[in-house]
């Protein structure tokens, strides 16, 4: 009988993704016994113009029955991933394991190659994850905090950044402090929720917590002046105390138009099955190298080097950023496999073309609703400070009732999940100019 190869054995384990980032070799296309090439797109796919808004639009099954404004909350992903999650599925289903050892680190690291694209990064930085929630569990319970260190967010984070921290708290003793970064976000401005922020800022402050966009009001903020700040900061401070900024990027990442360098962050967490339409349950964090060796694995992971080292018995390198945080286990393949498809979506349109259609779009249903007595944009004007994003108040309707008159109306809106509650609406590449107007009178009937 032959001798199994460490190599062989490692690939047959599930670890060949890592293998073939770090070897830097991924063929054109996946193996199949089908003989199905590596491109998943539908038969009709020539047609896609990237350049024709309808033509993009065609590419979502969403049904003709609704205007989804509400498109973001999770996503129905563009034909082109379906068929690459079809594809892979069928791989899969017909030879499990010879269609996961043949193609799973070609696979991998295409997802990590475009997501590298997009984000403007290096691949060996990105970890792969199934939500937005995953990755900030993986940073901030993966960090090495102190008890005489402190954390600093703010009172807009959602929960998951809130339990997160709490947690992370609760294992090292280190404190959490909250800072408001504005009282009314309507009229909230870059200056002021840089000086607020910064004012939480103490020599003890390790990490600064801060989403994007805010999904309780659609405030965006502007990372890369608040990243200038603890660059400060830093000035002197040694390597274990330097103040790290994590950013919840997931109602920007799929928006904005930005690389990781522009936003000058140390961590960027975020799923990618809502703006991005990405397949369900995936995500991703970026971070610079700095930040991934102060941050621990905490689910164990699937690559090369640690499970090599755990046959040698020595210490796995903690240098080797996102490959070694990757939580491991068997996962949903197919769909994360599918993800390099969503990216490639989004870079065959461009980054800028996507965050100028959306940002079109919620300008022109802010002003719509701006001359509409009984409803108030709490999301601010300025296209600076707000993204897709936009949430309304209304002074006498119920806004879980706005949302299911809207529905009856063909309009699919949604609620803020936060203890100060809005309906929430946002436009994107799945809806259209027309159907902004027709949203516009159809809250102006509800009133």
């Known amino acids: 009988m032959a001798r199994l190869s460490r190599r062989t054995f490692l690939i047959g384990s599930g670890t060949a993704a890592t293998a073939a980032v770090l070897a830097g070799c991924t063929d054109d296309e996946p193996a199949a016994s089908d003989g199905a090439g590596r491109s998943a797109a539908p038969s009709d796919a020539s047609a896609f113009d990237p350049a024709d808004w309808a033509s993009v639009r065609d590419q979502f099954p969403l049904t003709r029955d609704l205007a989804h404004f509400s498109a973001f909350v999770l996503a129905a992903p563009p034909r082109q991933v379906g068929a690459a999650l079809d594809l892979h599925r069928r791989g899969l289903d017909e030879d499990t394991l010879g269609y996961l050892v043949q193609n799973e680190g070609d696979l991998e690291r295409a997802v990590l190659d475009s997501a590298a694209s997009y984000l403007g990064a290096e691949n060996a930085d990105i970890a792969l994850t199934d939500s937005t929630t995953m990755g900030l569990g993986l940073v901030y319970g993966g960090l090495r905090l102190r008890a005489n260190q402190q954390v600093l967010t703010t009172e807009h984070d959602f929960f998951s950044t809130h339990e997160s921290l709490r947690l992370a708290a609760a ?7 909250r800072v408001s970064l504005y009282d009314e976000p309507a009229t909230a401005s870059a200056d002021e929720i840089v000086a607020r922020l910064m004012a939480g800022v103490t020599p003890a402050t390790r990490v600064v917590a801060v989403t994007w966009v805010h999904s309780g009001t659609g405030v965006k903020l502007p990372i890369n002046a608040i990243s200038a700040a603890p660059a400060d900061l830093n000035a002197g401070r040694a390597e274990d105390d330097r103040a790290l900024l994590c950013v919840d990027g997931v109602h920007a990442v799929g928006v904005e138009d930005a690389t990781v360098d522009e936003l000058g962050c140390d961590v960027l967490v975020s799923g990618t099955h809502k703006w991005l339409f990405g397949p369900r349950g995936t995500g991703i964090v970026w971070a610079n190298q700095a930040a991934w060796t102060a941050i621990d694995a905490v689910i164990p992971p699937f690559d090369v080097v640690s499970f090599e080292a755990w046959l040698d ?5 903690t240098t080797l950023g996102g490959l070694t945080r990757t939580p491991g286990g068997f996962h949903t393949f197919e769909y994360r496999w599918a993800l390099s498809e969503a990216f490639q979506f989004h870079l065959g349109i461009g ?8 940002h079109t779009q919620a300008t022109q249903l802010k002003e719509g609703l701006a001359g509409i ?9 300025a296209a600076e400070i707000s993204s897709g994003v936009v949430c309304l108040a209304f002074d006498s309707l119920d806004p879980l009732t706005a949302v299911g008159d809207l529905l009856t109306a063909g309009y699919g809106a949604g609620l803020t999940a936060y203890r100060t ?9 799945v809806t259209t100019p027309d159907e902004v107007d027709g949203l516009v009178a159809a809250i102006a009937d509800l009133l």
């Not at 018995?313 to 390198?317: D, G, L, M, V």
């Open 313 to 317: 018995s020595t210490a796995a390198p």
């Open 171 to 177: 294992r090292s003793g280190a404190t959490i402090s």
């Open 421 to 429: 509650g809005y309906m929430r609406v946002e436009p994107s590449i």
């Open 351 to 358: 980054k800028a073309e996507v965050a100028e259609r959306t």
């Open 373 to 381: 007595d009984g409803v108030r944009v709490v999301t601010p004007q």
